[in-house]
T-cell receptor, first 114, second 114 residues
């Protein structure tokens, strides 16, 4: 069965550079979520999209932006990178926003800022 | 606001024994979902088990069962017959809020001893 695809899997950037993370949800899933998991921490919700519109916003810094495209893939754009942005970034998708539906997580993108 | 509490930073269990990982939650929502995820050292988030707030029976998935006590707001994960491959970080999560995103606990690191 198809799973959530994230690219790249690993990314190394310098401070003040920009980064773009991509997420391809499971086919026919219309909702995408982004989470940030710092070293030794639990995942924190950043932002979500439903039917290509921003659905909810969590603790996403102003330096970050995201969007969902017509084919439902999503991109997380990160500018002016800081050392503290080093983390594992998960994308998750679900068939709808219902409380009872599981979110399927991608393998994550490990971002290292030097 | 939703809050998940996992009070056991680390747990040890003998191979083939059962272990209970604690999780309590706080929410004002009437309808919510509770999930457990396993995160091995490789980083991916693996779905284990789900319990809906209106489900009267405790959820069971193979060696995993969820001890759901709604009045006490607890959703403990029971792993029976532990295996070495069960060594990982375990996150309890609640789905809720305006966008039905996940709220995670701080996780419990489980080590299975041969």
């Amino acid at each position: 069965a198809a799973g959530v695809i994230q690219s790249p899997r690993h990314l190394i950037k310098e401070k003040r550079e920009t980064a773009t993370l991509k997420c391809y949800p499971i086919p026919r899933h219309d909702t995408v979520y982004w989470y940030q998991q710092g070293p030794g921490q639990d995942p924190q919700f950043l932002i979500s999209f439903y039917e290509k519109m921003q659905s909810d916003k969590g603790s996403i810094p102003d330096r970050f932006s995201a969007q969902q495209f017509s084919d439902y893939h999503s991109e997380l754009n990160m500018s002016s990178l800081e050392l503290g942005d080093s983390a594992l970034y998960f994308c998750a998708s679900s068939a709808d926003r219902g409380t009872y539906n599981e979110q399927f997580f991608g393998p994550g993108t490990r971002l290292t800022v030097l | 606001a939703q809050k998940i509490t996992q009070t056991q930073p680390g747990m040890f269990v003998q191979e083939k024994e059962a272990v209970t990982l604690d999780c309590t939650y706080d929410t004002s929502d009437q309808s919510y979902g509770l999930f457990w995820y396993k995160q091995p050292s490789s980083g991916e988030m693996i779905f284990l088990i789900y319990q809906g707030s209106y489900d009267e029976q405790n959820a069971t998935e193979g060696r995993y069962s969820l001890n759901f006590q709604k009045a006490r707001k607890s959703a403990n994960l029971v792993i029976s017959a532990s295996q070495l491959g069960d060594s990982a970080m375990y996150f309890c999560a609640m789905r809720g809020g305006t966008g039905n995103q996940f709220y995670f606990g701080t996780g419990t690191s489980l080590t299975v001893i041969p």
